[in-house]
C-alpha cells in the first residue's frame, strides 16, 4: 500500500509516493509551475473568484490526478494522501469557502456571511474531495491552519525547524511566491507573508524556471568570468559551465549543462554583478542585458522582477522586526526554508537583502511542508501533535497590505531596484519616516546548510519533472475576425484561436496564462470575442486542442 505527500506551493505542486510497509520514498513528481493562470496567489484567488471556485478547484485536481497518474501504480493500493499548504490552496484543493481570504475587511466579509471561517483538521475519505478522480480506499489528510491567513505551511516552517524552541529573538520565512514568514520574541509570535511574486521561484524572468533538473542556482566570480552552479537530474548541485557574461561566450563547458536560471540564482547574480561592479545603477546591466550561455538571457526587465520580489521580502523582514519593537541588530537567528531557501548562498542573500543582514546565525532548511506531508502520512498521532501544537500558539498577524510602515519601506525598495535610488538615500529616507536606517551585516555570522537539496530524499526513482500539464481552458467564441492580435499580445504565449469542427474557440494553457490580473488579449481584441468568463476546463486525457510550447 502506498502513501502520497504532497506540497500544493503557490508556484508549483511537489509529490512523493511512499512506500507504506517500509515507509521508502518511492518516486518525486513535480511540476514546473502552478496550474491556476496567474502570477502569484492573489492572482490565483482572483481567477478563482472571479471564475468560480468550482473551476479553479477542477483545474488543481486535474493536476494532482496527473502527477498521480505519473506514479505508475494502481489507484486501489493508495490508501493515504497528505497535503499542506496555504490557506489559499488547500480551500481551493477542496472547493471549499475563499471569499474570507479575498476580502480582508470585516464588514465585507460579515455581508458575505465568511466571517471566522475554520480551517481545523481534516481526515476524510478521498472520494468526499475528488469530483472526477476515484480512490476508494484512501484517506486524505489536511492539517490545521492557526489562522485563516496563516496556513498548514507556515505551520510546517515553524515545527520542522527548532524556530519554536529558541528563547532569543528568532525569523522563520519559506521563500516563494508568497513568502511565509514568523518572528518570535519570547513568547510573542507575530506571523506575515510577503506578495514577493513569481521572480522569487524563478518565474516571471526571461528564462526563469522553478528549481529543477538544468537549473542555474547559483553564479560565482572566477578570475574575469563567472561559474555557474546546475543542478543535475538528481537535484543535487554540480560545477557548471565558466561563462563571459558580457560577451555571452561559453569559456568551459561543463558536464551539468544549463536550461534555465532559478529565483537563487538571480539573487546570486545579482549580488555578483554588484559586488564586481557589473551593475551599477539599478537595474542597469552592460548593453542591457547578461548572457549566461545556452541562449539564457538576463535582461534589465528581469532584474526589476527579480528586485522587486526581494523588496518585498525586505520590506516584510523589517516591517516586523519594527512592530515587535526589536532593534534590527537584536535578531539572533534566522531559518530559510522551501526551495529558495536551500539553494540560495545565504551569504550573497544577506548582503543582497533578503534575508536580514543582522541576523547571526543563518540556518537553511529544505522544503519543510512536503517534510511535515511526510510525517502526518507515516505516523497517525503527528496529526493529534501539529492540532494541539496550532491551538496552543497564539499568533499576531500582520497585513502587510493595512501596514503604513511596510508601505513606506516597500516604496524605497521600488525607488532602488526600479528607478536607480541609491542605497545611502534609501537608509535616509527610512531615517526621515522615524525607521531605523538598513541593518548593518552581521561580522562573520554562522551559516549552516542542513541540507544539500529541497527535498532530502527523492526517493529509489529519479524525480521527475512535468513541464507541460496539458490542461487548458477553453471558450466558444462569436465575430472572432482571425486578426490573432490576441495571441501576438499574450506576454507568456499561452493562447491561440483554434477553428474545431465548426467553431472557433479561444484556448488557453493553464499553467503559462496570466489569468484576469492580465487580460491583454481581452483588451486587445477589436470585436471584443475574447472574453474570461463560462469557461470550461480539459484535462491532457479530454482536450483535443494542441497549445504550442513557448
Not at 482571425?482 to 469542427?501: G, N, R, T
Request: proline share 4%.
Amino acid at each position: 500500500m502506498y502513501g502520497i505527500a504532497m506540497d500544493l506551493g503557490t508556484s508549483g505542486i511537489r509529490a512523493q509516493l511512499i512506500d507504506l510497509d517500509t515507509e521508502e520514498t518511492i518516486k518525486t513528481v513535480l511540476t514546473m509551475r502552478h496550474p491556476l493562470p496567474g502570477g502569484n496567489v492573489i492572482d490565483q484567488l482572483d481567477f478563482a473568484i472571479q471564475l468560480g471556485e468550482d473551476v479553479a478547484t477542477e483545474i488543481i485536481q486535474d493536476t494532482v490526478e496527473e502527477i498521480i497518474d505519473n506514479f505508475n501504480i494502481d489507484l486501489l493500493e493508495i490508501k493515504k494522501l497528505s497535503v499542506c499548504g496555504n490557506p489559499i490552496q488547500l480551500s481551493l484543493f477542496q472547493d471549499t469557502e475563499i471569499r474570507d481570504l479575498a476580502y480582508a475587511g470585516e464588514s465585507m466579509q460579515k455581508e458575505l456571511g465568511v466571517e471566522n471561517v475554520k480551517r481545523d483538521a481534516k481526515v476524510v475519505p478521498a472520494n468526499e474531495v475528488f469530483k472526477n478522480l476515484d480512490l476508494p480506499n484512501c484517506t486524505i489528510i489536511i492539517p490545521p491552519s492557526i489562522q485563516h491567513e496563516v496556513g498548514a505551511d507556515a505551520l510546517a516552517m515553524m515545527i520542522e525547524t527548532d524556530f519554536m524552541n529558541q528563547r532569543e529573538p528568532s525569523m522563520v520565512t519559506d521563500y516563494g511566491t508568497n513568502a511565509e514568514m514568523a518572528l518570535k520574541v519570547g513568547d510573542r509570535i507575530i506571523t506575515g507573508s510577503a506578495a514577493a511574486g513569481p521572480a522569487i521561484e524563478g518565474q516571471g524572468i526571461n528564462c526563469g524556471m522553478l528549481a529543477g533538473p538544468g537549473a542555474i542556482t547559483d553564479v560565482n566570480p572566477e578570475g574575469n568570468y563567472w561559474r555557474l552552479t546546475v543542478l543535475d537530474d538528481s537535484m543535487l548541485e554540480r560545477k557548471g559551465d565558466l561563462v563571459n557574461p558580457v560577451a555571452g561566450e561559453v569559456i568551459e563547458q561543463s558536464e551539468t549543462r544549463a536550461i534555465g536560471i532559478t529565483g537563487t540564482g538571480m539573487i546570486s547574480l545579482l549580488s555578483v554583478a554588484l559586488e564586481t561592479g557589473l551593475i551599477k545603477t539599478m537595474p542597469k546591466l552592460p548593453d542591457g542585458r547578461l548572457i549566461l550561455g545556452g541562449g539564457i538571457e538576463i535582461t534589465e526587465d528581469d532584474v526589476r522582477e527579480a528586485g522587486k520580489a526581494v523588496g518585498a521580502i525586505r520590506a516584510s523582514h523589517l516591517t516586523m522586526l519594527m512592530e515587535a519593537g526589536l532593534d534590527f541588530k537584536d535578531l539572533e537567528n534566522m531559518y530559510m526554508t522551501g526551495a529558495s531557501g536551500t539553494y540560495v548562498d545565504a551569504d550573497k542573500a544577506r548582503k543582497l537583502g533578503i534575508c536580514p543582514g543582522s541576523a547571526k546565525n543563518i540556518v537553511q532548511f529544505g522544503n519543510t511542508s512536503i517534510s511535515l506531508a511526510k510525517e502526518l502520512i507515516l505516523n497517525e498521532s503527528k496529526l493529534d501533535e501539529v492540532v494541539e501544537f496550532a491551538h496552543k500558539i497564539e499568533t499576531d498577524h500582520l497585513m502587510m497590505a493595512k501596514s503604513e510602515m511596510f508601505k513606506l519601506i516597500y516604496s524605497c525598495e521600488f525607488s532602488y531596484w526600479t528607478q536607480g535610488m541609491p542605497l545611502e538615500m534609501y537608509d535616509q529616507m527610512l531615517k526621515s519616516f522615524n525607521i531605523q536606517g538598513l541593518p548593518k551585516l552581521a561580522e562573520n555570522p554562522r551559516i549552516e546548510k542542513q541540507v544539500t537539496k529541497d527535498i532530502n530524499d527523492l526517493g529509489k526513482e529519479s524525480v521527475q519533472v512535468l513541464r507541460d500539464l496539458g490542461i487548458v481552458i477553453e471558450r466558444p467564441i462569436k465575430n472572432c475576425s482571425f486578426c490573432y492580435m490576441c495571441e501576438d499580445k499574450c506576454p507568456e504565449k499561452a493562447l491561440q484561436i483554434v477553428s474545431y469542427k465548426e467553431d472557433v474557440y479561444q484556448v488557453h494553457d493553464s499553467q503559462r496564462c496570466l489569468g484576469v490580473s492580465c487580460k491583454r488579449c481581452v483588451d486587445v481584441c477589436p470585436k471584443k470575442a475574447i472574453q474570461f468568463k463560462n469557461v470550461k476546463v480539459l484535462n491532457a486525457h479530454e482536450s483535443p486542442f494542441e497549445i504550442e510550447q513557448a
